[in-house]
């Protein structure tokens, strides 16, 4: 049964919203004015280009490292390939997680066709549909990449009667080696293995706009928005709330990203994309707190004091509440698999997700702001 404290926190979640000054004192209190979107964007761009498809890590970790060393922080990884970075608060007699994960969803090669195009497995959600055509690149066991293009067996309207209508699924899909392979063997001269992963081209694009249309802005953008918190916090001198854990795990796409999470974490907040389309009242430039998903809803106390943060912190019309039955996190992932721990999330949302992607940097901008908010403990009273 709940607390009379908890009771009360949740009650106060339910209550008017703040006056433009109590907006305004948090938002000098948090620093929200000196949020830069052209950081944010040309670091969603940097950690988009850097390949760490489903279990792929070594690229985005020696990324990650550096980036974190040079704030001042010491980066640490756990068995399951979380990368974390500790940051003491003021108060020690508790710790929350924020995450953000790294992997992006893939391929990953399972035998080869005797012509020498690679038969594949999904990595995540693949849409086949949405990446035929596609180059990729392919990271060898050994370590040599080689290019590739994801193909449709029937894949030219000028040769196959049924090129339009053949189900693009892994019994009709291939990556076919950019380069002169007609044989297995050729395939693998270059090193190409079962188990080699391909990492799709994300095409990032910026709009004078302020529009981002990319593969991978799940979750590279929350990312850039922790890395931006973690920037702000060594520059600032200031400290979280409470003991923060920041989070960074590599699975998560395929549902255990979250299945190991310190057992001294008390809570654990998700930073992903959210939806738009039927059911969400969300467009590009929008936050979305997630309240519940496929695998049920997240921790009702936590969820609340979120949303009385967006209302703290968030443009007026740029935030939301969200359902996301065709979707989990690593938060809720943590919560099923039985950590004793309260789940949240919320993130920008992201038109033609699994796809190439598109949202607005205001989203990403939002999103920090709702960050700021939560680490630094506001709305705890």
């Not at 299945?259 to 008390?266: F, K, L, T």
């Not at 009385?308 to 740029?318: F, H, L, N, Q, Y």
Request: hydrophobic share 40%.
């Amino acid at each position: 049964m709940a607390s009379e404290s908890e009771r009360g926190t949740a009650a106060r979640a339910a209550a008017a919203p703040l006056d433009e000054a109590a907006r305004r004192a948090a938002a000098e209190r948090l620093g929200l004015d000196g949020i830069d979107p052209a950081r944010l964007r040309d670091l969603t761009e940097e950690l988009v280009g850097v390949d760490s498809t489903v279990g792929y890590y070594p690229e985005i970790h020696e990324f990650l490292a550096s980036r974190l060393e040079g704030m001042g922080y010491e980066p640490f990884v756990d068995n399951k390939a979380t990368m974390y970075v500790r940051v003491p608060g003021e108060d020690g007699s508790r710790t929350v997680c924020v995450g953000a994960h790294l992997d992006t969803i893939g391929l990953i090669v399972r035998g080869f066709n005797d012509d020498g195009t690679l038969r594949v497995r999904n990595l995540g959600g693949i849409n086949y549909h949405s990446i035929e055509g596609e180059t990729c690149r392919i990271h060898c066991r050994d370590g040599r990449v080689v290019p590739g293009q994801v193909i449709c067996k029937r894949h030219s309207t000028h040769v196959f009667a049924d090129a339009r209508t053949v189900e693009r699924d892994e019994d009709n899909m291939s990556v076919s080696i950019v380069g002169d392979v007609d044989s297995p063997a050729d395939a693998r001269a270059l090193g190409v293995t079962q188990g080699a992963i391909c990492s799709i081209d994300p095409h990032f694009q910026a709009f004078d706009n302020g529009y981002i249309v990319s593969r991978h802005i799940d979750d590279k953008a929350a990312v850039a928005v922790l890395l931006d918190v973690l920037d702000w916090l060594a520059r600032s001198g200031r400290k979280p709330a409470f003991d923060t854990l920041f989070a960074f795990p590599i699975y998560e796409e395929i549902g255990h990203g979250g299945a190991y999470v310190p057992p001294e974490v008390a809570e654990y907040v998700a930073l992903d994309i959210t939806l738009i389309g039927p059911d969400y009242d969300s467009d590009e430039h929008s936050v979305g707190v997630i309240v519940s998903d496929h695998k049920g809803p997240y921790d009702w106390n936590l969820s609340n004091r979120l949303i009385r943060c967006a209302e703290e912190v968030c443009d007026e019309g740029r935030w939301n509440t969200q359902v996301c039955f065709h979707y989990s996190t690593d938060a809720n992932a943590a919560s099923v698999l039985g950590r004793n721990l309260a789940s949240g999330a919320f993130g920008m949302a992201c038109l033609s997700s699994h796809g190439r992607e598109r949202c607005h940097v205001d989203a990403i901008v939002e999103t920090e702001r709702l960050c700021r908010a939560y680490v630094m403990g506001e709305c705890l009273g």
